[in-house]
């Protein structure tokens, strides 16, 4: 995500920045957060177990409430 929104000029409100978080997830993996199943990408597979495995639980449960606590508490 970082390669694909390092450049990118967030929006205003907390909530568009959740659905360009979302679909930004969904143009990465693509498959749409609602999926509750983990997806595999091969351009993230580079080895191991679970390598190349996109959990959008992950992203829905933790990574995107933590990004958005982050935004919020930014000066």
Same mark, same amino acid.
């Given at each position: &995500?970082?390669?694909?929104?390092?450049?990118?000029?967030?929006?205003?409100?907390?909530?568009?920045?959740?659905?360009?978080?979302?679909?930004?997830?969904?143009?990465?993996?693509?498959?749409?957060?609602?999926?509750?199943?983990?997806?595999?990408?091969?351009?993230?597979?580079?080895?191991? &177990?679970?390598?190349?495995?996109?959990?959008?639980?992950?992203?829905?449960?933790?990574?995107?409430?933590?990004?958005?606590?982050?935004?919020?508490?930014?000066?």
């Amino acid at each position: &995500m970082p390669a694909a929104l390092g450049s990118y000029a967030y929006p205003s409100t907390e909530e568009q920045r959740t659905v360009l978080l979302e679909q930004t997830y969904q143009q990465l993996t693509g498959t749409p957060l609602s999926n509750p199943d983990p997806v595999f990408v091969e351009r993230y597979s580079h080895g191991g &177990m679970s390598s190349g495995s996109v959990s959008p639980q992950f992203w829905t449960e933790q990574a995107i409430p933590l990004l958005r606590s982050r935004y919020r508490d930014t000066p």
